[in-house]
């Protein structure tokens, strides 16, 4: 299957630093991305839909101003967690949507995860 | 928040039994993907499901796209102790504006 790579894995920043994660289409191009957080033993929350050339779609709930969202091509999404709080610490995980062939319908493949801690 | 109900939550069998876990939902979908996470890392999709009706296979994972389109199901015969983790369905419709919405999870346990 399609691969989605996010970096960095893990990542430790201090209070009121930012910190930008990047969530990369491998081997195909993704016209649209999509950031989840995700807290212990839960589901995936989404938080917002990234999509390429354009402003991101942002859940209820999710400040935009704080977690900001670039789709600069069509392989590469960035969000940046602006003045990080340690509330902030928690699983982000992107997501990319693959458009298939026409006898075949969208799949969506996900990145391994960023763990952010915020001390 | 989540729009399918995804049962059973959890379960606790012995290896080599068969699996069994579905999503069921009161809107329709026009895609079935069913995911596998282990803990710390993103998930892994498993199957994917086009069409009403459609089987497939994937090794000693089987899952069923709902004729009504409301519905799927996941089977893994013959389960090992690597079937261990959280297995999410999650669907694609136009009335979410095509972003994917998930179940809650079941977390499968294997006793070796």
């Known amino acids: 299957g399609a691969v989605v790579s996010q970096h960095p894995s893990r990542v430790i920043c201090k209070s009121g630093t930012s910190v930008k994660i990047e969530c990369r289409s491998l081997?195909?191009?993704?016209?649209?991305m999509f950031w989840y957080r995700q807290f212990p033993k839960q589901s995936l929350m989404l938080m917002a839909t990234?999509?390429?050339?354009?402003?991101?779609?942002?859940e209820q709930g999710v400040e935009k101003d704080k977690f900001l969202i670039n789709h600069a091509s069509l392989t590469l999404s960035t969000l940046t967690v602006t003045s990080a709080h340690p509330e902030d610490s928690s699983f982000y995980i992107c997501?990319?949507?693959?458009?298939?062939?026409?006898?075949?319908?969208?799949?969506?493949?996900f990145g391994e995860g960023s763990w952010l801690t915020v001390v | 928040g989540q729009q399918l109900n995804q049962s059973p939550q959890s379960m606790f069998i012995q290896e080599g039994e068969d699996v069994s876990m579905n999503c069921t939902s009161s809107?329709?979908?026009?895609?079935w993907l069913w995911y596998k996470q282990d803990p710390g890392e993103g998930p892994v999709l498993l199957i994917a499901?086009?069409?009403?009706?459609e089987l497939t296979s994937n090794g000693r994972l089987t899952a069923q796209f709902g004729i009504t389109r409301k519905d799927s199901f996941l089977n893994i015969s013959a389960s090992i102790p690597s079937d261990v983790g959280i297995y999410f369905c999650?669907?694609?419709?136009?009335?979410?504006?095509?972003?994917?919405?998930f179940g809650a999870g079941t977390i499968l346990r294997v006793k070796s």
């Open positions: 997501s990319a949507r693959e458009l298939g062939p026409s006898r075949s319908g969208n799949t969506i493949y």
């Open positions: 081997d195909f191009q993704a016209t649209t």
């Open positions: 990234s999509n390429e050339g354009s402003k991101a779609t942002y």
């Open positions: 809107s329709i979908f026009n895609t």
């Open positions: 499901l086009y069409k009403a009706g």
């Open positions: 999650a669907g694609l419709s136009g009335e979410y504006g095509n972003k994917l919405v």
